[in-house]
T-cell receptor, first 119, second 113 residues
Framework: AQKITQTQPGMFVQEKEAVTLDCTYD???????LFWYKQPSSGEMIFLIY??????QNATEGRYSLNFQKARKSANLVISASQLGDSAMYFC????????????????FGKGTKLSVIP | DSGVTQTPKHLITATGQRVTLRCSPR?????VYWYQQSLDQGLQFLIQ???????AKGNILERFSAQQFPDLHSELNLSSLELGDSALYFC????????????FGSGTQLSVL
């Protein structure tokens, strides 16, 4: 089973509107972290937002917020007031308990959602 | 700018050849991670080094190897290259003391012809 599922291969949003990118995850760990990264056409991976499994409040970073629903294993990214520069691939990722030993924090990524912002 | 430096940005080579990708982590970061991004496989974790020692292995082929040097920079060596090795190779770094994020470099685009 996939650990990170992003069901929307592509999304369109009108400039200045809000958009929600879906992410569901699968883990049996109690302690884990969820991340969203943005990859513009230039290729670099840009960190957007982080949510820890024990965080009681949803994370927010500027126009980005993470709608964390633990019981549903859902970690959707909400982008408010979309801008043309938001057009990019968006990846949801999860860090699970480091069974490989202390200091091991590799991420498992979903397949991504391509967001296109329309003027 | 993430602070993680990867060189070269682009690499074009032929099948059967060997290449070395280089990564300098952010100042103070002890962990270096290597990821491969391809259209069919997406982002795949390859290997992690922590303070010079291999810490975790992912889907890394036997033809690939990596190391982290005393100054904490890392190199990923890819040998006996095949067409299917063409991909974007990312290096990421972190302090690795808790739930902190990974900082990614801008990647090395490898094309095997």
């Amino acid at each position: 089973a996939q650990k990170i599922t992003q069901t929307q291969p592509g999304m369109f949003v009108q400039e200045k509107e809000a958009v929600t990118l879906d992410c569901t995850y699968d883990t049996s760990d109690q302690s884990y972290g969820l991340f969203w990264y943005k990859q513009p056409s230039s290729g670099e991976m840009i960190f957007l937002i982080y949510q820890g499994s024990y965080d009681e409040q949803n994370a927010t970073e500027g126009r980005y917020s993470l709608n964390f629903q633990k019981a549903r294993k859902s970690a959707n990214l909400v982008i408010s007031a979309s801008q043309l520069g938001d057009s990019a691939m968006y990846f949801c990722a999860m860090r699970e308990t480091p069974y490989s030993g202390a200091g091991s924090y590799q991420l498992t990524f979903g397949k991504g959602t391509k967001l296109s912002v329309i003027p | 700018d993430s602070g993680v430096t990867q060189t070269p940005k682009h690499l074009i080579t032929a099948t059967g050849q060997r290449v070395t990708l280089r990564c300098s982590p952010r100042s103070g970061d002890l962990s270096v991670y290597w990821y491969q991004q391809s259209l069919d496989q997406g982002l795949q974790f390859l290997i992690q080094y922590y303070n010079g020692e291999e810490r975790a292995k992912g889907n890394i082929l036997e033809r690939f190897s990596a190391q982290q040097f005393p100054d904490l920079h890392s190199e990923l060596n890819l040998s006996s290259l095949e067409l299917g090795d063409s991909a974007l190779y990312f290096c990421a770094s972190s302090v690795s003391r808790g739930n902190e994020k990974l900082f990614f470099g801008s990647g090395t685009q490898l094309s095997v012809l």
